[in-house]
């Protein structure tokens, strides 16, 4: 079955880019610190990367010593932003989904890290994924990522919300939370594919691939925070993120 390539639609990309390209957004503000504070010294590692976007994080583990980085993702529009303007010698770019990385261990490559940036919720073989990324890591080796929240995987339409006369979120509408598999929502286009599992699918599906979960983070505003951004306070009723960090067996 295809691979759904969503980020090389225009319409989609062009609205994507505009939220990245924001100076406050979630991702500044809670995903991209709290994926960082998971990652092992990069100093004279190799590292790959899952679905690299615009390649500002390898970019960025080459700045912080590592000795090189395989950056990959299935957009070549993504890509041809990265190579323009996050290009090092030290940096391979790759047009490849990521359930195809067994390809990489076929050519006997090894890796000290592999890290993804909200991306694994695109993908239907979770397990696969995790099995290829075992078989990519040296002994010892690191994975960590980030995915949306489940609480907001399993969400399809509607709002997300239960509000008062004014307005105010009082609560998360959630349903089927139990129902894994594909999701189809709206998100600058229609029919954007997504895949819900449970948070005891990823921690297992994890554990039976050969790795030991080592830390996990649902990142929430700090006080300091909220007095810049309260909106940001309808985090405590739902995360917007969830990070993992595993070492491989």
């Not at 969503?6 to 990309?13: A, G």
């Not at 990245?20 to 610190?33: C, S």
Request: proline share 4%; aromatic share 10%.
């Amino acid at each position: 079955m295809a691979k759904q390539n969503i980020y090389d639609n225009d319409v989609f990309f062009e609205g994507y880019k505009g939220i990245r390209d924001r100076k406050v957004n979630a991702n500044t503000l809670f995903e991209i610190p709290a994926l960082f504070s998971l990652l092992p010294d990069l100093k004279g590692k190799r590292i790959l990367d899952l679905g690299c976007g615009f390649g500002e994080h390898c970019k960025r583990f080459i700045e912080e010593g590592a000795a090189g980085v395989t950056g990959i993702d299935i957009s070549e529009k993504m890509l041809e932003t990265a190579r323009k303007e996050n290009s090092n010698p030290a940096i391979e770019y790759i047009n490849m989904p990521m359930e195809d990385i067994g390809v990489l261990a076929e050519k006997q490559e090894k890796y000290d890290l592999v890290v993804s940036s909200l991306a694994l919720h695109y993908v239907e073989d979770f397990a696969g994924v995790v099995k290829n990324v075992c078989n990519l890591l040296n002994e010892g080796g690191v994975f960590v990522f980030s995915q949306e929240h489940p609480l907001n995987t399993c969400h399809t339409g509607g709002d997300r919300w239960t509000r008062d006369a004014d307005g105010n979120k009082l609560f998360l509408n959630l349903a089927y939370y139990g129902v894994e598999g594909e999701k189809e929502s709206t998100w600058f286009v229609d029919n954007v594919k997504k895949y819900h599992r449970t948070f005891s699918t990823v921690i297992n599906t994890l554990a039976e691939g050969g790795f030991l979960v080592e830390r996990i983070i649902e990142p929430m505003p700090t006080e300091e925070l909220l007095k810049e951004y309260p909106d940001q306070a309808d985090l405590f009723h739902k995360p917007d993120f969830m990070l993992v960090k595993a070492v491989r067996k």
